[in-house]
């Protein structure tokens, strides 16, 4: 689960807030980001916020022991509004995944975000496209079509020309 907004989403919160109750080795944290997560993706982002909170105060876990299930909260509470993960499902739209931000992160940010440089519309829609084929391995299919393109258009047929 990836926040709307590009920050770190609910996922890797609940991973970060597990820990406050639960060790990195131990088996039980799955099952407790598992139960948090099955919430938030039925809707309901706010009870899961709340359930963290009950949980931090009834094992009167320190403000220092409890700072990154607060936190998670925080998250959970501040994007109530953005994490209807139960609507994006029944509409059959995709939740990303780290799969999707890593390639965003290879596709766009490694290229675009090179300090200094500075991109227009077109020019960043080309690079990216570029990158994208080469990524996706059709490169070659796309320079034989790319090439044939290109002939047609320097070389036109005779009942082509106006």
Request: charged content about 25%.
């Amino acid at each position: 689960m990836t926040a709307p907004n590009g920050t770190l989403g609910p996922g890797t919160a609940l991973w970060a807030a597990s820990r406050c109750f639960h060790t990195a080795t131990d088996p039980a944290a799955e099952d407790w980001v598992g139960i948090r997560a099955a919430r938030i993706l039925a809707g309901d982002a706010p009870g899961a916020a709340r359930d963290i909170r009950a949980e931090a105060d009834r094992d009167h876990l320190s403000d220092d022991r409890r700072a990154a299930a607060d936190k998670a909260c925080r998250y959970l509470d501040n994007n109530a509004d953005f994490v209807h993960y139960d609507q994006a499902l029944v509409a059959g739209w995709p939740i990303a995944s780290g799969a999707v931000e890593g390639a965003a992160r290879h596709l766009v940010a490694d290229r675009l975000d090179i300090t200094g440089s500075r991109w227009t519309v077109p020019g960043a829609e080309a690079v990216l496209t570029l990158r994208t084929v080469i990524s996706n391995g059709d490169f070659p299919d796309y320079w034989i079509f790319h090439a044939r393109q290109e002939h047609e258009r320097l070389h036109p047929l005779p009942d082509q020309l106006s």
